[in-house]
C-alpha cells in the first residue's frame, strides 16, 4: 500500500469510525480530556499501522481492540498515579458525595458495577454501551461466538448477585428499586 492509498483509507476509517471510538472512550475513562487522550493514542496507532487495518465493518472491531488495550495501558498509569493519593480521594469523596435518595441507589449499582472484574464490566458494557453482538465482540476480542455467549452469561450473572447481595431488586418491568422499597 502507497502513502496515498493509506492516508485515503486511513481518513475513511476515521471518519467512519471516530464517533463510535470516541464514546467507547468517553464512557470508560473518568474525564473527557482522558477520553481524548484514548482516541488520540489509538488512531495514531491505526496510522502507524494502517496497512494492518482490516476491510469493512471489521475495522470498526480493530480500533474497538486497540482502543481496549490503549484503555487498559491509561488504567494501569492511572492506577499507579493514585495510589499515592488514596487518601485524598477518599477525603473529598466523603465531602462531595451525593448523598440524596436515587443518587445513592445509583452509586450503589455503580459501586457494584465497579466491583466486577475489569473482563466481566468490559463484556456487559461492549453489550449495553457499545451494542454489539456476540459475533462482533467475538471478533474484537478474538473469542469465539460461543466463549463470548458463555463469558456474557457468567458475567451477567455475577453482576445480578452482586446486585442482589447489595439490596438491590429487580421489578418485572426491569427497573431497579432498592430493597425494602415498593414501587
Given at each position: ?38 482516541v488520540a493514542e489509538t ?36 492506577a499507579r498515579q493514585r ?101
Amino acid at each position: 500500500m502507497d502513502d496515498d492509498d493509506g492516508a485515503a483509507r486511513f481518513e475513511a476509517v476515521y471518519r467512519e469510525t471516530f464517533d463510535q471510538i470516541a464514546a467507547y472512550a468517553a464512557r470508560r475513562c473518568d474525564s473527557p480530556q482522558d477520553a481524548a487522550d484514548v482516541v488520540a493514542e489509538t488512531y495514531a496507532i491505526a496510522w502507524r499501522r494502517v496497512a494492518d487495518l482490516p476491510p469493512g465493518q471489521e475495522a470498526k472491531l480493530w480500533l474497538y481492540g486497540v482502543a481496549r488495550k490503549v484503555l487498559a495501558d491509561h488504567r494501569r498509569s492511572t492506577a499507579r498515579q493514585r495510589l499515592s493519593s488514596v487518601e485524598l480521594d477518599t477525603e473529598l469523596a466523603d465531602l462531595y458525595g451525593d448523598h440524596s435518595g436515587s443518587s445513592v441507589e445509583l452509586n450503589v449499582i455503580g459501586t457494584v458495577f465497579r466491583g466486577l472484574s475489569d473482563d466481566d464490566r468490559e463484556l456487559l458494557s461492549l453489550v449495553a454501551w457499545e451494542g454489539l453482538g456476540r459475533d462482533e465482540i467475538a471478533a474484537m476480542l478474538g473469542l469465539s461466538r460461543n466463549a463470548v455467549r458463555i463469558r456474557l452469561y457468567r458475567a451477567r450473572r455475577r453482576f445480578s448477585r452482586a446486585l442482589d447481595e447489595a439490596g438491590v431488586l429487580f421489578t418485572t418491568a426491569s427497573r431497579m428499586i432498592p430493597a425494602g422499597r415498593s414501587s
